[in-house]
């Protein structure tokens, strides 16, 4: 069982930057993929990105690629969201995944989330 907890979100103005941190509990989180997900008002959960559990390879949704860069640490069981040039379609609640047994990208394969952390983006 692997229990996330997100921080680091906040209100910021656009093309600013923010961390987010995904703090996990759980012997073998450094043995699955972690990704963010978010999910705005009214909108579906989409991807942002992913990283694999060892000599990380990322992934990024195309609406983030160039901005966000996702990484983790497995030693201290953290993951974390760095996000530069905000913008407000940025504005989310972002989500911390772990352990996927389907798509990378497809939230309904990932068996451990966090509970969350707003973003906002004012323009």
């Known amino acids: 069982q692997v229990q996330l907890v997100e921080s680091g979100g906040g209100l910021v103005q656009a093309g600013g930057s923010l961390r987010l941190s995904c703090a996990a509990s759980g012997r073998r989180f450094s043995s699955y993929s972690v990704a963010w997900f978010r999910q705005a008002p009214g909108k579906t959960r989409e991807f942002v990105a992913w990283i694999s559990w060892t000599n990380p390879e990322t992934k990024y949704a195309e609406s983030v690629a160039g901005r966000f860069i996702i990484a983790r640490n497995n030693a201290e069981n953290t993951a974390s969201l760095q996000m530069s040039g905000l913008k407000p379609e940025d504005t989310a609640v972002y989500y911390c995944?772990?352990?996927?047994?389907?798509?990378?990208?497809?939230?309904?394969?990932?068996?451990?989330w966090g509970q969350g952390t707003q973003v906002t983006v004012s323009s």
């Open positions: 995944a772990a352990y996927s047994t389907g798509r990378y990208d497809s939230g309904k394969d990932w068996h451990y």
